[in-house]
């Protein structure tokens, strides 16, 4: 997507008013450099006189508000001002705190903004904003926040003539990368480095003991952040949601309980990826090489077979809880069998999770200055631009431009366009080429 194709105006008469308050807000999973994104935005904001609020968790106490809990300063909101913001940039976790409460979980299509039950938790976000005096709403966040910032905003052209509008304007965050709309997300490269010490940790560990680590990394759509820590961490093999969908997937039937309705879903072929990975351990052991680390990004859970999801549990955008399934666990014990069918003798194989260590690290510099022209450029599309709607954005040399919603959100179901890594691209052919295994 080129600049000049997504800086199309995406104004409202909302956006002409003058903004003299700003809402900050922060949902979803944390992300390194979340501080940089939200004391620059802020620090930004106050140049013009305009007063900032911090939303504290998400949207967790938006949708309490009401006639007998009104919104409280210190509870409910936080004033940023220099004296809170100061040294802050280069700062661990997120001042504001946040949260995964999805206030437009009920809305799934553009004709369930006309339902008033369907809104009722938009409406209350409204309402709790606009007791405070909120022009405008910065949302940071990922593809669920993105999603629910553009709801917020078609909500509003239903409002009754004459409502006071709110512009919104949202920063993109994920350490997974799998962001439509920009190169890359702050935090990734830090994740990445976080995740790829821990790699080579394991890789060390390994070679003394002769022995695997199958590593569980986290990317729940795509695989950026598997193979960016599998490549920088020097794995011994990577695999990712983007490799089901090129050779490893079959299909399963399957019956819902409660329906009895039947249907056919994609899955893993597991199998086949046991094969990739025990051909894997037998190409080093001819080279040498006794020992391995095999990183594989968990959203692969997704593609169990439904009988290694009986029980599991999801969020309140229906994701499901992948950390629960163990990914990595169910494969060692496929794996281990499988070494032993093919060379009668066992092998120790450890499999663990990697990823919550990395959303709080110490950002690193190019993070801070990413986040920190994230943060500009909110300012920028409310205040110099007078934009609404649109997820902030940079290109080339941190240049900054200004993606609508529309470009970015599925028009029948409001959801979010996941960006994949594309098979034969340079950057997946690189972590195939770092690889010592023969792929078919």
């Known amino acids: 997507m080129s600049a000049s194709a997504s800086t199309a105006p995406a104004t409202s008469p909302a956006t002409a008013r003058p903004i003299r308050r700003v809402a900050i807000l922060f949902a979803g999973g944390p992300a390194p450099a979340a501080n940089a994104v939200i004391s620059t935005a802020a620090a930004a904001f106050h140049r013009d006189g305009i007063e900032v609020l911090g939303i504290m968790n998400g ?21 940023l001002d220099q004296a809170r913001l100061r040294r802050t940039r280069n700062t661990r976790g997120i001042m504001i705190g946040t949260a995964r409460t999805n206030p437009g979980k009920d809305v799934a299509h553009p004709s369930h903004l006309g339902d008033a039950k369907r809104t009722a938790p938009m409406k209350t976000v409204y309402e709790a904003l606009r007791s405070l005096g909120v022009d405008a709403l910065v949302s940071i966040g990922g593809d669920d926040t993105l999603k629910t910032a553009n709801k917020f905003k078609m909500f509003q052209d239903f409002l009754p003539e004459g409502s006071k509008r709110i512009a919104v304007v949202h920063v993109p965050k994920t350490i997974d990368n799998d962001y439509r709309g ?10 990445v480095e976080t995740l790829a010490g821990e790699i080579r940790n394991l890789l060390a560990d390994a070679e003394a003991t002769r022995g695997y680590f199958i590593a569980e990394c986290m ?9 960016g820590a599998a490549i920088a961490g020097e794995a011994s093999l990577v695999l990712s949601v983007e490799d ?11 019956t819902d309980p409660k329906t009895g309705v039947t249907s056919t879903r994609k899955i893993m ?42 029980g599991a ?25 499988e070494y032993k069918k093919r060379t009668g003798k066992s092998k120790r194989i450890t499999g ?22 994230l943060g500009v450029g909110a300012y920028r599309a409310l205040v110099e631009n007078g934009l609404d709607g649109v997820m902030v954005s940079c290109s080339g040399q941190l240049n900054l431009y200004y993606v609508p919603f529309e470009t970015l959100v599925d028009p029948e179901t409001l959801v979010t366009v996941v960006r994949f890594i594309q098979g034969g691209s340079d950057f997946h052919r690189l972590a195939r080429f770092l690889e010592n295994y023969p792929h078919d």
């Open 59 to 79: 949207y967790s106490h938006l949708v309490e508000f009401g006639p007998d809990n009104a919104m409280q300063e210190g509870r409910d909101y936080v004033v």
């Open 313 to 337: 549990k999801f969020d309140e955008h229906g994701h499901l809880s992948l950390a629960s399934t163990n990914l990595a666990k169910t494969m060692v014990k496929a794996i281990e069998a």
């Open 182 to 191: 920009i190169d890359f997300t702050f935090g990734y490269f830090t994740a």
């Open 352 to 373: 663990l999770q990697l990823g919550y260590e990395a959303r709080c690290a110490q950002p690193h510099a190019f993070d801070v200055i990413l986040g920190s022209q």
């Open 244 to 254: 089901v969908e090129e050779k490893l997937s079959a299909e399963e039937t399957v």
């Open 269 to 310: 072929d597991i199998a086949k990826v046991v094969d990739i990975i025990t051909k894997l351990m037998l190409a080093r052991e001819a080279a040498g090489k006794q020992f391995g680390v095999v990183v594989l990004a968990e959203g692969l859970a997704q593609y169990l077979p439904a009988s290694y999801l009986e």
């Open 219 to 227: 990317g729940r759509s795509a695989g950026w952040l598997a193979y």
